[in-house]
């Protein structure tokens, strides 16, 4: 036979001996032009984390990092989406967090021919490295995201593992309307990530997002503010936030203690959560440490 032949023969049977494996298929449909939509911010960080996230072109409204995700077309929010909007952007595979819908919405989707993988995790920290590893058997990603799901697990046991802070009331406000902020109670992730990082939530006693006026401020006396960065923005920043009223009768307000966060990537309940957690720690120790080295100073000089 032609030496030739022979050689071509040879690599055409490897190629169909390698076609078979994983690592060939996945591959192959990285080079597809299938194209996906993905809902929910937390499931587009794990995509991008897993390096999952080349047939992306659409997002919804939650979906802000990262930044290369967050610029593609958007089909709106996430628990109001509609059948239309999905569809304008043709896609062949819909991976969409348990909190998308309606429901009626996905199952149009999916009678038309569109692959809807929902992945269904409770808002807590326990389930990020669970949907990590949902997300990587989606997308044959299972090696990366096993050891990913491994890392951030880690990082939330030595957070677990801290030495107890003293007793401290904190309030987190997640926005603002007129001069009533809007603070997180029990049943949030924003309780969750207080409890986390080992704060009292001064508000627990209600539940979900309300807003408290200056009376219930007092009464609550918290400690040190936790704000998002776009909530601060929003009310004209630090000196507007101290202005609230009822908010300089509080500890927080009297020693202005603030700690203003991403609340995108500490609330996600994504792959960024352990590290903003970590770091929210790192803050109110360092908060912490400045109060108490101000009040022994204090001390010193009085009569």
């Known amino acids: 036979m032609n030496p030739s032949k022979t050689r071509l023969l040879a690599m055409m049977a490897l190629g169909l001996l390698l076609a078979g494996t994983p690592l060939a298929q996945a591959e192959e449909r990285e080079q597809t032009s299938e194209r996906w939509v993905v809902l929910g911010g937390d499931i587009a960080e794990t995509l991008a984390a897993l390096e999952a996230d080349i047939n992306v072109i659409a997002r919804d409204d939650t979906v802000v990092h990262p ?17 239309e909007s999905v569809l304008s952007v043709k896609p062949d595979q819909v991976l969409a967090a348990g909190s998308a819908g309606p429901r009626e919405v996905l199952a149009q989707l999916e009678a038309v021919g569109v692959n809807v993988a929902t992945i269904n995790a409770p808002p807590s920290l326990d389930a990020i490295a669970d949907k990590v590893r949902a997300v990587g058997q989606l997308t044959d990603r299972q090696n ?9 697990n880690d990082k939330l046991n030595r957070l677990a593992s801290m030495p107890v ?4 009331r904190a309030m987190f406000i997640m926005q603002h309307s007129g001069l009533t902020p809007r603070a997180a109670g029990s049943d949030t992730a924003a309780h969750s990530a207080l409890e986390a990082v080992g704060l009292d939530n001064a508000f627990a006693e209600m539940q979900g997002y309300h807003s408290v006026g200056a009376e219930a401020l007092a009464r609550q006396s918290p400690d040190v503010v936790i704000v998002s960065e776009r909530g601060l923005a929003a009310m004209g920043g630090k000196a507007a936030l101290w202005q609230l009223p009822g908010l300089a009768l509080t500890p927080a307000g009297r020693k202005q203690q603030l700690i203003v966060v991403n609340v995108q990537a500490l609330l996600g309940f994504g792959p960024r959560t352990p590290d903003q957690l970590l770091a929210l720690r790192q803050d109110v120790e360092t908060l912490l440490g400045a109060s108490t080295n101000a009040q022994k100073s204090t001390a010193k000089i009085s009569p």
């Open 144 to 152: 990366a995201a096993e050891a990913l799901a491994n890392d951030l």
């Open 165 to 168: 802070l003293p007793p401290t």
């Open 67 to 83: 930044p290369a995700m967050a610029a593609l077309p958007s089909v709106g929010y996430l628990r109001q989406l509609s059948a």
